[in-house]
């Protein structure tokens, strides 16, 4: 009778398993079909780049957050 048992519950659990699996292939794959249908009738805009104006941008907001930090740490250290 345990033979029978295990048997059922080897049986069981690879059928729970395959059914997961299936599942989760088929999700993917209409997670797939989603996104190529989104990309088609929504495109992304493209933003135009400046580089010499993001270049300026980026080191005046690089200037700022290391301003920012000194001004923190040093407010920390003043409080102690």
């Known amino acids: 009778m345990e033979y029978s048992l295990v048997g059922e519950s080897l049986k069981f659990m690879i059928l729970g398993m395959l059914i ?3 599942f989760l292939y088929v999700l993917v794959e209409v997670m797939k079909l989603q996104a190529k249908i989104i ?4 495109p992304e805009k493209e933003i135009p780049v400046s ?5 300026t ?3 005046d907001e690089e200037a700022r957050r290391t301003a920012a930090i000194i001004a ?3 407010e920390f ?4």
Do not use: E, G, L, P
């Open 51 to 55: 580089t010499s104006a993001s270049s």
């Open 72 to 74: 923190a740490v040093t």
């Open 57 to 59: 941008t980026d080191t």
């Open 39 to 42: 990309s088609k009738y929504f």
């Open 20 to 22: 997961v699996f299936v």
């Open 77 to 80: 250290r003043k409080k102690k």
